[in-house]
């Protein structure tokens, strides 16, 4: 089945510590996306990326890094500058990076140790 | 600026009610994109519709049904008749003609159907 694979569904990180989160989408999407989503609140941009080797920075993208050197995968690194990064992810893809609808993944929730 | 309002928290029905969550938008360009997505407990994301800017036929769908108001920069969401399985996070979300693929999101509205 064709989809969008997040691992893993929960993660745990310890002060000064880099965790990463995989994400990984056989639709063959151009485009793929990183959210943040905190308790009562929206989905935030962090990156998103419209083909292999490019991406760009959403809203808030500090403290974290990416990487896109396949087109079916877009792994986030959550680094130790981020002071805050208690949160559910979602990776999402699409097939153009214009206004087209996002298929998600069933996120990360990243916990603070 | 683009902004989306869900002012609607919480919304708590008991089954076979209809029940319409509201989306209020705001945008200063001509040509922008509406969609609506249900986040179950299970926490993805799932894609129920979009409509652009220059569409506005309501439309409906088996028990979902949306109304789109330019005039009010509304694009409200009713389920008819409404299930258990209805219970999740409804986000609305706006997206500007153009915009490298950056949906702007409401903060969702949980809806809870009591059996």
């Known amino acids: 089945d064709g989809g969008i694979t997040q691992s893993p569904k929960y993660l745990f990180r310890k002060e000064g510590q880099n965790v990463t989160l995989s994400c990984e989408q056989n639709l063959n999407h151009d485009a793929m996306y990183w959210y943040r989503q905190d308790p009562g609140q929206g989905l935030r941009l962090i990156y998103y990326s419209q083909i292999v080797n490019d991406f760009q920075k959403g809203d808030i993208a500090e403290g974290y890094s990416v990487s896109r050197e396949k087109k079916e995968s877009f792994p986030l690194t959550v680094t130790s500058a981020q002071k805050n990064p208690t949160a559910f992810y979602l990776c999402?893809?699409?097939?153009?990076?214009?206004?087209?609808?996002?298929?998600f993944g069933s996120g990360t929730q990243l916990s603070v140790l | 600026a683009q902004k989306v309002t869900q002012a609607q928290t919480e919304i708590s029905v008991v089954e076979k009610e209809d029940v319409t969550l509201d989306c209020v938008y705001e945008t200063r360009d001509t040509t922008y994109y509406l969609f609506w997505y249900k986040q179950p407990p299970s926490g993805e994301l799932v894609f129920l519709i979009r409509?652009?800017?220059?569409?506005?036929q309501n439309e409906i769908s088996g028990r979902y049904s949306w109304n789109f108001q330019k005039s009010t920069s509304s694009f409200n969401f009713t389920i008819t008749a409404s299930q258990v399985v209805d219970s999740a996070v409804y986000f609305c979300a706006l997206s500007v003609g153009g915009s490298q693929g950056n949906l702007i999101f409401g903060k969702g509205t949980k809806l809870s159907v009591k059996p």
């Open positions: 409509r652009n800017s220059f569409d506005e």
């Open positions: 999402a893809s699409s097939n153009r990076a214009t206004n087209e609808k996002l298929f």
